[in-house]
């Protein structure tokens, strides 16, 4: 095999790596936003919003109207950005349909600043599950969104594309963290046979590790990913082999968390 072969097959390795996530994450957080809107929107519309607390630790609280409009605003936002980020990343809109890509890019980069402000009043307000590790982990992730979103937006205005790009991806990576939160758990949980690490009070030592993991480890393959890019073969493949991995144990993820969490508060 000669080397340009070798080079042809790492682009080409590196290019199938992130189609196989792509197609399945999108796969994912498609199943995310059915959980959200069949949970929490079809109990909003009923008027039963005591409903939502049968998942939410802080939650709905009758009579504190500020904190539960930022609530609902916060969940009709995790359906909007869940929807909108991996419709961002499809080439044939950016190429076809560059208006559909700006405005559903400003929507995005909007969505991740309202819906992380909104996190951060609603964890320093009402709470969330866990301890303060959690607490912590979820607050910075919001502070990167709101940052990576900011910067992402500037390079776009000064159409410094290939830096947009990579802000822009960094921006969907760490929007995502929410997600990869709860993909990582159930990938945990069924790796283990059981929640090891996972206190009763949900504060053991594999919650806090992954309250920062859930974004830190997704956003190290994406600079992994990124370098390899512009460099040799062998970075090519080692981060298509990486890649691979990643997607393999979200499969995993996504199905553990479509049987145990989302599909039975659905039809219960
Ligand atoms: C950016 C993407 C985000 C999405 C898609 C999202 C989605 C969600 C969803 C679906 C819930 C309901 C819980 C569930 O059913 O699993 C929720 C609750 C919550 N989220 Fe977010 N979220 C995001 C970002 C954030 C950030 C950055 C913070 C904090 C800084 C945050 C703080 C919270 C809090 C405090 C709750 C209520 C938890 C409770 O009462 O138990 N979220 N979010």
């Given amino acids: 095999m000669t080397e340009k072969t070798v080079a042809m097959w790492s682009v080409k390795a590196l290019r199938g790596s992130a189609f196989f996530w792509f197609a399945v994450a999108t796969t994912g957080q498609l199943a995310f936003v059915l959980y959200i809107a069949g949970f929490y929107g079809r109990a909003a519309a009923r008027g039963d919003f005591e409903r939502w607390n049968q998942v939410l630790v802080g939650g709905y609280v009758p009579g504190g109207l500020a904190g539960n409009l930022v609530l609902a605003m916060h969940l009709l936002l995790a359906a909007v950005i869940t929807l909108g980020g991996p419709l961002q990343?499809?080439?044939?809109?950016?190429?076809?349909?560059?208006?559909?890509?700006?405005?559903?890019?400003r929507a995005y980069m909007l969505t991740a600043l309202l819906i992380s402000l909104g996190g951060l009043y609603m964890v320093w307000t009402r709470g969330t599950a866990g301890g303060p590790s959690l607490r912590i982990g979820i607050s910075l992730n919001g502070l990167l969104i709101i940052g990576a979103a900011t910067v992402a937006w500037r390079f776009a205005r000064q159409r410094r594309f290939a830096e947009h790009r990579r802000w822009a991806l960094r921006t969907f990576v760490l929007a995502s963290g929410v997600w990869f939160f709860r993909v990582g758990l159930m990938f945990w949980i069924l790796a283990n046979r059981g929640p090891v690490g996972i206190g009763p009070d949900f504060d053991g030592p594999f919650v806090r590790a992954w309250a920062f993991g859930c974004y830190l480890v997704p956003l190290a393959l994406l600079e992994l990913y990124l370098a390899a890019e512009r460099r040799g073969p062998l970075s090519r493949f080692a981060a298509a082999a990486g890649l691979g991995l990643l997607t393999l144990a979200a499969g995993v993820g996504i199905f553990g968390a479509v049987m145990a969490m989302w599909l039975p508060r659905l039809l219960g």
Avoid: M, Q, S
Avoid at 89 to 105: K, S, Y
């Fill in 89 to 105: 990343l499809v080439p044939a809109i950016r190429r076809r349909w560059p208006r559909v890509h700006r405005w559903n890019g």
